[in-house]
């Protein structure tokens, strides 16, 4: 099955673990318009490019991991479009959750969906235990307080900003869960993966500064120069754009020469390249978030 | 040790997984400040009173499961009193964190709450593998988005409101959990514990009901009269006041009498009357929340 067609049913099972005739309708309804339909669902689809370069030998696992994974990025962008942050009209082309349900469902289905990632990790437990274990613990631990997107978020409200923290955690987090937690799901070593999801993470965070300062319309719905109009640190903001753009290729030669030894390396190295020619293109509805 | 004692450590090593020094500090501090000083701590005081009357064979375990239980109902408060939901201005005893930290980081902070109550579970994991998986799931499921907390704060969002659905999920959810939770922790079956949680709930939430109706002032901070102020369901608004007392008393002596047999039955019944009187009397700060 292509990956990409795991990741929506995977998505819909997780869906299937909160449904229930006692759920109130409107949050329930809120989940599936936070999930549905995705952006370009990059973070899951990396997840499974790696646990598919290292064997895939349990895609149940490897399938929830990138369902959990999704829904915590789906998570963040309700809470992140909240007045009190972006306070986004639009998100994925469509009023954005808090716009479409109001204030309070956007933040309990935020929370909500924070809690359906663990129970989609833990639900499949009993396949691999150890495993699951450990996603678990590197998906909080991607999603927290001290290193995790939470973080990067809370970067934005504290009066001194540490810029390789903040990028770090608020973009880098989930990219580095994304190649981690895919070998974990097939049994292999997480360390020697964290290397590629930070600079898969840099790679997006330089090539959003860029479309932020160059996109001439925005199809995604984000009003653009949001970086310079809500004075957020930004690569184009400190390099300018020829440098950022410079920076962005030295990234991604990093990144694919940072591919830990597994057996399927040279496929996963295509998809780096072919992520980052999404990344880097204008963006279209789609290819965001 | 005394077992408020073991909550009170199991929160502080709890805590000590986020220290980190990249954290962003505001927010790192603002995590202390949602936890300590607790109020009763009743949740995580059930879970381990039920845990020690089934044996607890595996201290580490139950310690985790009550510092995750608490964590969540911390996590709950902090977005519950946000602008969008009750917008209140006092909690515990000291500004609510929106108030102290502004409203970005309090949403930050409830989120990275409910992360770490799952990290705290899986960082015990390899202690009792099945247990913790199940802990897990059993947390995720009375937090999230059908039977949860979360559940129950949305139906205050709904045009209808479905009052048994509601009462159960707001209130009962985390008594549940915490029952389900001590036996669990224990090595004992969840599904018996149920109803214990089920009815302290309905105790818990009858008390709550007639304190916001009687409470002369409000030594805790929260205003009285909230339920009709805000229109909200409520056993007083629906029994009066002597119709509720009664509804109490009943509800209490069907707790007792719904402990399943377990080695520490005798001991669970008093410590169900003690909480029972407890959140009977006048509130005071300590006993809140």
Redesign the interface.
């Known amino acids: 099955m292509p990956l990409d067609q795991r990741i929506e049913d995977s998505l819909a099972r997780a869906l299937s673990l ?3 005739p ?7 309804s809120a ?1 599936p318009y936070a999930i549905f339909p995705g952006g370009a669902r990059i973070r899951p689809m990396i997840l499974l490019s790696v646990a598919r370069a290292c064997g895939d030998d349990r895609p149940l696992v490897s399938d929830a991991a990138a369902a959990a994974l999704e829904l915590i990025h789906c ?1 963040s962008l309700a ?1 992140d479009d ?1 007045p ?2 972006d306070n986004a009209d639009l998100r994925r082309g469509k009023a954005s959750l808090h716009r479409a ?5 956007a ?6 969906l ?3 990632a ?2 989609t ?3 499949v ?2 396949q691999a ?2 495993r ?2 450990q996603l ?2 590197t998906l ?2 991607r ?6 997107i ?2 990067g ?6 009066p001194q900003v ?1 810029l390789r ?1 903040y990028h ?2 608020k973009t880098g987090a989930l990219f580095i869960a994304a190649t981690q937690m895919g070998a974990i799901a097939a049994g292999h070593e997480a360390e020697p993966w964290e290397d590629l999801g930070t600079l898969i993470g840099e790679a997006f965070q330089v090539a959003d500064d860029l479309k932020d300062a160059l996109s001439p319309t925005d199809l995604a719905g984000k009003p653009m120069g949001q970086d310079a109009a809500l004075d957020r640190p930004s690569a184009v903001r400190s390099m300018g754009i020829e440098g950022a753009q410079k920076h962005l290729k030295d990234i991604l030669s990093g990144a694919i020469a940072s591919i830990p030894q597994c057996p399927g390396e040279a496929d996963l190295a295509k998809l780096v390249l072919g992520t980052a020619r999404r990344i880097m293109d204008i963006p279209t509805a789609a290819a965001r978030g």
Chains 1, 2 share one sequence.
């Not at 933040?107 to 909500?112: E, K, R, T």
């Not at 999603?143 to 995790?148: D, E, M, N, P, S």
């Open positions: 909160v449904a229930a006692e759920a109130p309708p409107r949050l329930a989940l998570a809470h909240l009190a942050f349900y109001g204030e309070p469902l933040v309990l289905a935020g929370d909500s924070i809690v359906l663990f129970q990790l833990s639900a437990g009993m235990p150890d699951v274990m678990i613990t909080a631990t999603t927290g307080a001290a290193q995790g939470c973080a978020q809370a970067w934005e409200s504290e540490d923290a770090r955690a």
